[in-house]
């Protein structure tokens, strides 16, 4: 089982808001990802971090914002959501270890509904 | 650039049907990993095989296949006897041993195994 937490799993809110998606995982990966998913399509990277105060754009630009600050905690914010930012969005983490790129552990997801 | 590309958009098979999803990918690097993801209707993606790039041996697990063939950059997947269950999404993904630690994932193969 992996150790990796979104919440919310739902949220509907209202254009303009300001959102914030957490993310945690236990197992102390360096590395952590946010993937942007419109259900059963394509997975968009849209940013990832290498540790703690490393974060970097993904290859689907995104108005979205991220912060390491703990290894175990990776948020995403919207500060003022549109209804195309509606979407699922993935956190995963993932350990690079003696020279080996592991798999990515992924959590439940985020489901977003902007109205 | 590493790139994944996943032809078969959807594929529909009937019950106890063997089935192949295929994955090509590029990559310029002589070290990289390559995987495999099931996303079932609930959402979550299951982690199902990792593969490194020196190691070409074929894998099976159980009603699971996989053959990895440098020489094509492919890295096909095999369902065997399928069942109802099989029905998901199911990613490739590429990640290089070097630079970025990203994980690229092809756009996904819709499987749909009928009763």
Redesign the interface.
Known sequence: EADIYQTPRYLVIGTGKKITLECSQTMGHDKMYWYQQDPGMELHLIHYSYGVNSTEKGDLSSESTVSRIRTEHFPLTLESARPSHTSQYLCASSEYLAGVTGELFFGEGSRLTVL | AQKVTQAQTEISVVEKEDVTLDCVYETRDTTY?L?W?K?PPS???V?LI?R?SFDEQNEISGRYSWNFQKSTSSFNFTITASQVVDSA?Y?C?L?E?SG?????????T?LKVLA
Do not use: M
């Open positions: 990993y995987f993801y996303q959402g979550e993606l982690f990792r490194n999404v990613f993904a990640s041993a970025t630690y990203k994980y690229i994932f092809g756009t996904g819709r």
